[in-house]
């Protein structure tokens, strides 16, 4: 089975810019969770989506926005970025969103955003 | 707030040697999931052991085993005969009802060979 692929792996952006970050999902999971981990701090849930809808969010603003395919892969996408933006980004999948009693989430390697 | 705390920011331990790792989390469910994830450089996330709240008996993977106290709230992680492998940041988490994974700040924990 295949694991939790995220591109790309780091990229700079400039303040104000957009990006779209990707994560492809383990083979036989249906949701994907984002999370930001800023630098020395442990991950924060951003938001969840299950079969192609949005079915939890943190306290993030609306500039973070994203979608979910038929094929449960996913982007998240960031408008009019800050400097506060600059993180590593995991995003991790599951089955059914119930990471805790199903066997867990699948984390990918994360994409590292560096906002200059 | 659902909070989890990570109250070493730092560890250190000799090769062969054990350590343990302390958290502690805030919840007023009754039924819920903790978890360990260790994140080395390559930077993913690793899931290490896992603890059902309802099971009073402690997790154990191997090396890795915990010490779970649900009335004080407290889910330490111990690692025996430590490895130079080991070395990582390590997260304690839980999932307090239907929600998303909680994360604490992290432990870094260096192997000393």
């Known amino acids: 089975e295949t694991g939790v692929t995220q591109s790309p792996t780091h990229l700079i952006k400039t303040r104000g810019q957009q990006v779209t970050l990707r994560c492809s999902s383990q083979s036989g999971h249906n949701t994907v969770s984002w999370y930001q981990q800023a630098l020395g701090q442990g991950p924060q849930f951003i938001f969840q989506y299950y079969r192609e809808e949005e079915n939890g969010r943190g306290n993030f603003p609306p500039r973070f926005s994203g979608l979910q395919f038929p094929n449960y892969s996913s982007e998240l996408n960031v408008n009019a970025l800050e400097l506060d933006d600059s993180a590593l980004y995991l995003c991790?999948?599951?089955?059914?969103?119930?990471?805790?009693?199903?066997?867990?989430?699948?984390f990918g390697s994360g994409t590292r955003l560096t906002v200059v | 707030a659902q909070t989890v705390t990570q109250s070493q920011p730092e560890m250190s331990v000799q090769e062969a040697e054990t350590v343990t790792l302390s958290c502690t989390y805030d919840?007023?469910?009754?039924?819920?999931?903790l978890f360990w994830y260790k994140q080395p450089p390559s930077r993913q996330m690793i899931l290490v052991i896992r603890q059902e709240a309802y099971k009073q008996q402690n997790a154990t993977e191997n090396r890795f085993s915990v010490n779970f106290q649900k009335a004080a709230k407290s889910f330490s992680l111990k690692i025996s005969d430590s490895q130079l492998g080991d070395a990582a940041m390590y997260f304690c988490a839980y999932i307090p009802g239907n929600t998303p994974l909680v994360f604490g700040k992290g432990t870094r924990l260096s192997v000393i060979a």
């Open positions: 919840t007023s469910e009754s039924d819920y999931y």
């Open positions: 991790a999948s599951s089955l059914d969103g119930t990471g805790g009693v199903l066997g867990g989430y699948t």
